[in-house]
């Protein structure tokens, strides 16, 4: 694999690397929100929710929009979206291994 693609994708991880990041991710895969609903449903000061938005918008995985005095997000590529759904379902498996493991040991 090129060398700058892998440097592109890893910019990306890291722009979603972190909880507040994924939970507005969550939250805006149900669709466009403004930043003031944003942060009041996160329960984070509206200075930390910006920054975590610029930080989304620089690495192009969200988009906005003006509307009057309210600023709107929403995911840009669905993808997005598929790639929490993914998480979600690898999250699962290690649980249910984790648990097949217990029950394993509990058994003996």
Same mark, same amino acid.
């Given at each position: 694999?090129? *060398?700058?693609? +892998?440097?592109?994708? +890893?910019?990306?991880?890291?722009?979603?690397?972190?909880? #507040?990041? !994924?939970?507005?991710?969550?939250?805006?895969? =149900? /669709?466009?929100?403004?930043?003031? =609903? $944003?942060?009041?449903?996160?329960?984070?000061?509206?200075?930390? #929710?910006?920054?975590?938005?610029?930080?989304? &918008?620089?690495?192009? $995985?969200?988009? +906005?929009? &003006?509307? /009057?005095?309210?600023?709107?997000? +929403?995911?840009?590529?669905?993808? !997005?979206? *598929?790639?929490? *759904? @993914?998480?979600? &379902?690898?999250? @699962? &498996?290690?649980?249910?291994? %984790?648990?097949? %493991?217990?029950? /394993?040991? #509990?058994?003996?």
């Amino acid at each position: 694999m090129n *060398e700058k693609i +892998s440097e592109l994708k +890893s910019d990306i991880f890291k722009a979603i690397a972190h909880p #507040t990041r !994924i939970r507005i991710l969550e939250l805006l895969k =149900d /669709g466009e929100a403004c930043v003031c =609903d $944003i942060f009041e449903e996160l329960n984070v000061e509206q200075a930390n #929710t910006s920054q975590h938005l610029a930080v989304l &918008k620089k690495q192009d $995985i969200l988009q +906005s929009r &003006k509307e /009057g005095l309210r600023v709107i997000y +929403s995911i840009k590529y669905p993808e !997005i979206i *598929e790639l929490l *759904e @993914v998480m979600d &379902k690898i999250l @699962v &498996k290690q649980a249910n291994e %984790t648990l097949q %493991t217990f029950r /394993g040991i #509990t058994a003996k």
